[in-house]
């Protein structure tokens, strides 16, 4: 494998045509066990790729034209990216959908700074809660990526916190997200006239990233995938 920066230029240059970003690197220290390798040995760099915005809406629309039919169809299409550069780099591919599972949220705080918004969802400072993970690369070598985002939780400088009261189900509240009561109002005639049909409401009301919100072609693939 080509020195650390190499390989960060290339992963880039590999997936920013799909709308797939590098989000981070995280790099462990001696003595720290990182993820697994498929040659058996731990990881030492473990590099986020994802999302920012509505970046991979076009790209993956456009696939999914030729793949009718597939189960789990942003999952498949981001494999399809993902492995083949993997092998290319010498790298494991790691998915949120996959087992083992990996700590994904751990690591985006870890290499991004970020921390939970009160939806649950890891909130930017520029991109909100427009943007997510689609995969991770693990790597022999420490390598560090430069991309942390440092600054101020961008839920502490909220001054009306609009959240916490936009919730038709008041599901959301300060001491956390109440997965029951979300579930219940999207199976409602007024959920499914809703959020389900047009995304979560709340999501909707942070004023932070805004322009970066998902197309509504995009939020309702997201909600349709709902386990309800």
């Known amino acids: 494998m080509t020195g650390g920066s190499d390989v960060l230029d ?28 498929t040659n058996g040995r731990r990881a030492r760099s473990v590099v986020l790729l994802g999302n920012i915005g509505g970046s991979v809406w076009e790209p993956f629309s456009r696939w999914r ?11 498949e299409w981001s494999k399809s990216l993902i ?6 780099l010498g790298a494991t591919a790691y998915f949120p959908s996959d087992p083992p599972w990996q700590p994904f949220q751990q690591w985006a705080m870890r290499a991004e700074g970020l921390r939970p918004s009160p939806l649950g969802i890891l909130i930017h400072p520029v991109y909100g809660l427009w943007h997510g993970y689609r995969g991770a690369l693990g790597l022999a070598e420490a ?3 430069g991309d942390a985002v440092a600054g101020e939780h961008p839920c502490d400088r909220c001054r009306d916190k609009p959240c916490l009261t936009t919730c038709p189900a008041g599901a959301i509240s300060a001491e956390g997200f109440d997965v029951g009561a979300c579930r219940s109002h999207l199976r409602s005639g007024e959920g499914r006239g809703g959020c389900l049909g047009g995304g979560c409401l709340a999501r909707a009301a942070c004023p932070v990233g805004l322009e970066y919100r998902y197309p509504p072609a995009q939020l ?3 909600m349709a995938a709902l386990d309800l």
Do not use: K, M, T, Y
């Not at 797939?20 to 462990?28: A, M, P, S, Y």
């Not at 492995?83 to 290319?88: E, G, H, M, V």
């Open 10 to 37: 290339d992963i880039r240059a590999a997936l920013a045509p799909h709308g797939i970003f590098l989000r981070g690197c995280v790099r462990f220290s001696e003595g720290e066990e990182g993820p697994s390798l």
């Open 65 to 75: 034209e030729d793949h009718a039919g597939i189960e789990n169809p942003l999952d």
């Open 83 to 88: 492995r083949p550069l993997a092998a290319r």
């Open 143 to 145: 390598i560090e990526s």
């Open 220 to 222: 309702g693939f997201h």
